[in-house]
């Protein structure tokens, strides 16, 4: 089936450093993907989205890029803060709007 | 934004018992809204898609009888967990699509079968 890949499982930054979790894709129809931030208990909140026409989208700290060609789309965190830490999930969405998952990236900020 | 909100946002219950979750689109039409389980430190799992007037369509290994999806209006859906056990305890999660093929997130119900 298809299936979306996360990397890292973990990361931890400094304070005021950046932060760069990356996913590939195995559906080359999807043409949606959407990051999520998710804090323990709570809904996944949706934080920045991508389509396929687009190769990089960007919204203050956040940004996102997409390579199509290589089914690889990435979350950009600049200037992180001790809020940012959360769970992040990445997502691609398949042309009966499924969303498939990855695995989630745990994001730890060090003060 | 769109609002969905989901009740209970919390249930305990004894080993055996069926516990209804609601799920409602309180500010727009969804005809379609997906179901979700999460258990600790994992992804979201898609259960089922429930689409208003028809069939849920359960994901491989989710079972129909087990877990009912009832999508009887366009701003309602409920996901009944019958004869539940503790290893159907987690976090339940649904979300509906907006127009745009978005998807809202319901708070979440935490379940725990004793």
């Known amino acids: 089936g298809e299936n979306v890949e996360q990397h890292p499982s973990t990361l931890s930054v400094q304070e005021g450093d950046s932060a760069v979790i990356k996913c590939t894709y195995s559906?080359?129809?999807?043409?949606?993907f959407p990051w999520y931030k998710q804090e323990l208990g709570k809904r996944p909140q949706l934080i920045i989205d991508i389509r396929s026409n687009v190769g990089e989208k960007k919204d203050q700290r956040i940004a996102v890029t997409l390579n199509k060609t290589a089914k690889h789309f990435s979350l950009h965190i600049t200037e992180t803060q001790p809020e940012d830490s959360a769970v992040y999930f990445c997502a691609a969405r398949l042309s009966n709007y499924q969303l498939i998952w990855g695995a989630g990236t745990k994001l730890i900020i060090k003060p | 934004g769109a609002v969905v909100s989901q009740h209970p946002s919390r249930v305990i219950c004894k080993s055996g018992t069926s516990v209804k979750i609601e799920c409602r689109s309180l500010d727009f039409q969804a005809t379609t809204m997906f179901w979700y389980r999460q258990f600790p430190k994992q992804s979201l799992m898609l259960m089922a898609t429930s689409n208003e007037g028809s069939k849920a369509t359960y994901e491989q290994g989710v079972e129909k009888d087990k877990f009912l999806i009832n999508h009887a209006s366009l701003t309602l859906s409920t996901l009944t967990v019958t004869s539940a056990h503790p290893e159907d305890s987690s976090f339940y999660i649904c979300?509906?699509?907006?127009?745009?093929?978005?998807?809202?997130f319901g708070p979440g119900t935490r379940l725990t079968v004793l």
């Open positions: 979300s509906a699509r907006g127009g745009h093929g978005e998807q809202f």
């Open positions: 559906d080359s129809a999807s043409n949606y």
